[in-house]
């Protein structure tokens, strides 16, 4: 299995869990603080992630660090599960994922804008509130006419079918 389709099984999963006990969206701050200490210490991915160390000390050194973290119980057992089968270093797509997964229990869409000049809060939000730009028009009738009056055409040649 690729680990875009394992991330999207323990997102699945976490969220499932999260739902159940209403506590998701702590499920995706919890998710997201564990990401940004992963990704902070390469020292601690090494530590915990690779498989040549034995099993039970990495679980030791993710379940300290995650008790500094101030980390639930059903989020240490996500981690354990995931040291048990050898994939947390798959971590930051699950919550890659989580983040997508509550995007859409909230019908939220998110945008990345790219500015030719540097843009202000206000003015970013000047331009969200305006919604998307309207769009083209097009005429089906006058096209669907044009492309009858090709088929009389000698030259012309379909690009498929007789």
């Given at each position: 299995?690729?680990?875009?389709?394992?991330?999207?099984?323990?997102?699945?999963?976490?969220?499932?869990?999260?739902?159940?006990?209403?506590?998701?969206?702590?499920?995706?701050?919890?998710?997201?603080?564990?990401?940004?200490?992963?990704?902070?210490?390469?020292?601690?991915?090494?530590?915990?992630?690779?498989?040549?160390?034995?099993?039970?000390?990495?679980?030791?050194?993710?379940?300290?660090?995650?008790?500094?973290?101030?980390?639930?119980?059903v989020f240490r057992s996500l981690l354990n599960l995931m040291i048990e089968k050898n994939r947390l270093r798959i971590v930051p797509d699950v919550r890659t994922y989580y983040q997508k997964l509550l995007d859409e229990m909230a019908n939220t869409s998110r945008a990345e804008v790219a500015s030719a000049t540097t843009l202000a809060g206000e003015e970013v939000a000047a331009k969200a509130a305006d919604g998307p730009p309207p769009s083209p028009q097009v005429d089906f009738a006058a096209f669907a006419s044009r492309v009858d009056n090709r088929s009389n055409d000698p030259v012309y040649l379909p690009a498929c079918g007789p």
């Amino acid at each position: 299995m690729t680990n875009q389709i394992l991330a999207k099984r323990y997102a699945k999963a976490l969220l499932t869990l999260g739902r159940e006990d209403g506590n998701y969206r702590q499920y995706g701050e919890e998710l997201s603080k564990f990401v940004a200490f992963w990704e902070q210490q390469p020292e601690f991915v090494d530590a915990v992630s690779n498989p040549l160390y034995v099993k039970d000390n990495r679980k030791v050194i993710c379940q300290a660090v995650a008790a500094k973290l101030g980390l639930s119980q059903v989020f240490r057992s996500l981690l354990n599960l995931m040291i048990e089968k050898n994939r947390l270093r798959i971590v930051p797509d699950v919550r890659t994922y989580y983040q997508k997964l509550l995007d859409e229990m909230a019908n939220t869409s998110r945008a990345e804008v790219a500015s030719a000049t540097t843009l202000a809060g206000e003015e970013v939000a000047a331009k969200a509130a305006d919604g998307p730009p309207p769009s083209p028009q097009v005429d089906f009738a006058a096209f669907a006419s044009r492309v009858d009056n090709r088929s009389n055409d000698p030259v012309y040649l379909p690009a498929c079918g007789p």
